[in-house]
T-cell receptor, first 113, second 111 residues
Framework: DAGVIQSPRHEVTEMGQEVTLRCKPI?????LFWYRQTMMRGLELLIY????????DSGMPEDRFSAKMPNASFSTLKIQPSEPRDSAVYFC???????????FGPGTRLTVT | EDQVTQSPEALRLQEGESSSLNCSYT??????LFWYRQDPGKGPEFLFT???AGEEKEKERLKATLTKKESFLHITAPKPEDSATYLC????????????FGSGTRLLVRP
């Protein structure tokens, strides 16, 4: 298996632009997580999907952030409009069941100038 | 408020010099404690899960232990390839999915 796939790996954008991060979970996994990692706050859970349904979005920082999971093999995290403080590494992770071991993708490093 | 604290923030060791990393936690009830390794530019990679006080897990030069308040990751005779950031995360008993991560310990093993 290729593991969790994320794209792009690096994204540089200007403040105010829309940013879309993409994730393909491991086949057969029914739980998907989006995390954000910064030096100041470490790894934080943004949103959790189970069977393509958002279960917990309490970690989404603002309405500028939105996430979708249209099917079991694809999820997006969108930031609109982006701000410099959104600069971070965004990780997607998946597990084969709720409470199961999470496998992380390689991350997307986002820089907003 | 629930908290996961890792110490030290950074650790430099000579190859072969054994040491321990600490993860202390305060949660209302522990479902599980997880150790991950993270290399630069990569996502966290799972190492161990511990569920109850007294439990121990080993993998090559690493051994993780758990008490009611903290976990230790013991590194015996480390090698340069053990250099990485080690992350600890806890899962509360009333959450079947949420991991609360510590800030990590950056380990550098010099040859």
């Amino acid at each position: 298996d290729a593991g969790v796939i994320q794209s792009p790996r690096h994204e540089v954008t200007e403040m105010g632009q829309e940013v879309t991060l993409r994730c393909k979970p491991i086949s057969g996994h029914n739980s998907l997580f989006w995390y954000r990692q910064t030096m100041m706050r470490g790894l934080e859970l943004l949103i959790y999907f189970n069977n393509n349904v958002p279960i917990d979005d309490s970690g989404m920082p603002e309405d500028r952030f939105s996430a979708k999971m249209p099917n079991a093999s694809f999820s997006t995290l969108k930031i609109q409009p982006s701000e410099p403080r959104d600069s971070a590494v965004y990780f997607c992770a998946s597990s084969w069941r709720e409470g199961g071991l999470s496998y992380f993708g390689p991350g997307t490093r986002l820089t907003v100038t | 408020e629930d908290q996961v604290t890792q110490s030290p923030e950074a650790l430099r060791l000579q190859e072969g010099e054994s040491s321990s990393l600490n993860c202390s936690y305060t949660v209302s009830g522990l479902r599980g404690l997880f150790w991950y390794r993270q290399d630069p530019g990569k996502g966290p990679e799972f190492l161990f899960t511990l569920y109850s006080a007294g439990e121990e897990k080993e993998k090559e030069r690493l051994k993780a232990t758990l008490t009611k308040k903290e976990s230790f990751l013991h590194i015996t005779a480390p090698k340069p390839e053990d250099s990485a950031t080690y992350l600890c995360a806890v899962q509360e008993v009333d959450s079947s999915y949420k991991l609360i991560f510590g800030s990590g310990t950056r380990l550098l093993v010099r040859p």
